[in-house]
């Protein structure tokens, strides 16, 4: 029954979002791009697109970086817009899509001001989507408790932090664990929000909230090989709500080389297929693409049924993508560095 | 919760209706509960107008819910791809053909209703019930199938509007579905035309 109520609240923007999507790149567009000799010829060909003329009024010559920003500036405002126009549940769905934004800029401000750089250069590299209104203030912390009395109980991710706040001091190491819990318990709590909507968005939404899940517990167990991190706090870091929760996770937790973390994938028919293409040699794959490559095609899915939220989220993703896709051809472009150009991952 | 409100709703309503049932059975007042009399005292307007209230409501319900589904995914589509605009007003037009049937029905059955003396012959009072009872089910028949043909040719033409919007060779393709779905509708209107062609009130009932 959700087809027939589900537009009085948000079917402009279902319409909306899907013609978003239509205006994505497609592999034509991909191949004109690759064959693009200078940053100047690649704001021409964009020009056709649907980004038309984003890139009008900066000056040459033209940065990677100028685009990237520009690139983000726009999947923003279209979001934004979005956002602004949408009621609950959908709107609280997005606020959602924005929190892992907002943890990624939270770990940038503090990683940068450990290493005393200044606060308002640290703003610029914030990702928009991400801003909250106390971002200024994270400066005046030094350990987890006074940041988060300070700044952080006033923002959403302020439930996302009772598990880190028994951390000492933040250095280096602890950062990336205070990111990786915080993350953690976001993805739980936005999987149990999709799972509780039922219907369409959470069988699109749970299979890719599962996914990330597992993805996240794969980099984490391949990163940590080597550095100080013991394996049960390893453990703590994995979140719980994919398809290795509970064997898959537990076996991970003990696995201490690349081959095990290999074979534990072999249990699960779709991660078995996405170590099995990847390497490091060259010509080879690496997991992460093959990550990507998953996630662009369980995205693309989501578009495929009508009357569920997922395909806001959906949207957000595969523009991400996007935007990784552009900047790779751009500093290959721009380095005139052209072997691996191909690699990019085609969307549509 | 929903389920625990459904759940809590048909059972309490489920248990008095029996306990109120078995009342009536078990202090031997069961002829009390007498269908017959409960058909006998009622007016035939009453079903008469129930039914011509039913036809014309329920259709436009039917026509509304359509238009809203379908009016807002084109509005979306629309601002990325203008051109679906026009032709997408054709989604519009088989929704509101929902409550137009509707209405026709509802005057035509208005239009039967006449007033009969209190007096009149046992075979005129039991014409204008007959009567009566048609004009209920006609009403019934042609509103609930409006209703769902609406709500289909409503979710159908959303579908057709986004993908219009994406790819416009689908849509004459997704349009043969909309007229199946807006041809339920006139399916109901047939028989509801049928139920009310011999139909008549008022002194000249029971005339043949």
């Given at each position: 029954m959700e087809s027939l109520t589900f537009n009085i609240d948000n079917g402009y923007l279902e319409g909306l979002v899907r013609g978003f999507k239509c205006g994505i790149l497609k592999r034509d567009d991909y191949t004109?791009?690759?064959q693009c000799e200078t940053l100047e010829d690649l704001k021409l060909h964009l020009q056709s697109t649907d980004y038309s003329n984003f890139l009008a009024n900066e000056p040459s010559p033209l940065q990677v970086s100028t685009i990237d920003d520009k690139l983000k500036e726009k999947m923003v405002i279209e979001f934004q817009h979005m956002r602004n126009h949408a009621v609950e549940p959908l709107s609280t769905f997005l606020d959602y899509i924005t929190y892992s934004y907002m943890i990624d800029n939270i770990i940038l401000l503090i990683t940068g001001t450990l290493h005393q750089r200044s606060i308002s250069e640290l703003i610029t590299k914030c990702h928009p989507l991400g801003s909250f209104e106390q971002m200024e203030a994270i400066h005046v912390a030094s350990t987890p408790a006074e940041l988060y009395n300070a700044v952080l109980v006033d923002t959403p991710l302020a439930?996302?932090?009772?598990?880190?706040?028994?951390?000492?001091?933040l250095d280096e190491m602890n950062i990336e664990i205070i990111r990786n819990t915080l993350y953690k318990a976001y993805i739980e709590d936005f999987y149990k929000f999709c799972e509780e909507t039922g219907g369409a968005t959470a069988d699109v939404m749970c299979e890719a909230l599962s996914f990330e899940a597992d993805r996240r517990a794969f980099i984490i167990t391949i990163n940590s090989f080597g550095t100080e991190l013991t394996k049960d706090d390893r453990a703590k870091l994995y979140p719980r709500c994919g398809r290795l929760h509970p064997d898959g996770l537990a076996a991970l937790a003990r696995a201490d080389d690349y081959e095990q973390v290999r074979a534990v994938s072999e249990y699960y028919a779709e991660y078995k297929l996405l170590f099995e293409g990847s390497g490091t040699n060259p010509g080879e794959k690496t997991l992460e693409d093959k990550f990507f490559e998953y996630e662009v095609k369980l995205m693309v899915n989501g578009f495929m049924q009508q009357f569920h939220y997922g395909v806001f989220y959906a949207y957000v993703k595969l523009k991400e993508q996007e935007c990784r896709n552009i900047i790779w051809i751009a500093e290959c472009v721009a380095q005139?560095?052209?072997?691996?150009i191909d690699s990019y991952i085609p969307i549509f | 919760m929903g389920y625990l409100a459904y759940y809590s709703g048909t059972s309490v309503v489920l248990s008095v209706l029996t306990l109120v049932g078995l009342y009536y059975l078990l202090t031997d007042q069961g002829y009390r509960v007498d269908f017959g009399w409960f058909l006998?005292?009622?007016s035939p307007y009453m079903w008469a107008y129930i039914g011509c209230s039913m036809a014309i409501a329920l259709s436009v319900i039917?026509?509304?819910?359509?238009?809203?589904?379908?009016?807002?995914s084109i509005l979306g589509?629309?601002?990325?791809?203008?051109r679906i605009k026009t032709k997408n007003l054709v989604s519009i037009i088989f929704c509101e053909a929902v409550a137009i049937y509707g209405i026709i029905l509802a005057i035509v059955m208005s239009n039967i209703v006449q007033k009969y003396p209190s007096d009149a012959s046992d075979k005129v009072i039991a014409a204008n019930y007959a009567s009566g009872y048609k004009l209920f089910g006609a009403g019934l028949t042609v509103g609930f199938s409006n209703l769902f043909s609406g709500l289909a040719v409503g979710v159908?033409?959303?579908g057709a509007a986004l993908a219009d919007a994406a790819n416009p060779r689908l849509f004459v393709k997704i349009l043969i579905v909309e007229i199946f779905a807006s041809a339920i509708g006139l399916f109901g209107v047939i028989v509801g035309i049928l139920q009310v062609s011999n139909a008549k009130m008022g002194e000249a009932a029971g005339a043949n």
């Open positions: 004109n791009l690759v439930p996302y932090f009772i598990d880190c706040i028994s951390e000492q001091d005139q560095h052209r072997t691996k | 006998e005292e009622t039917g026509a509304a819910w359509g238009i809203l589904v379908t009016g807002t589509g629309g601002v990325q791809a203008p159908v033409g959303s």
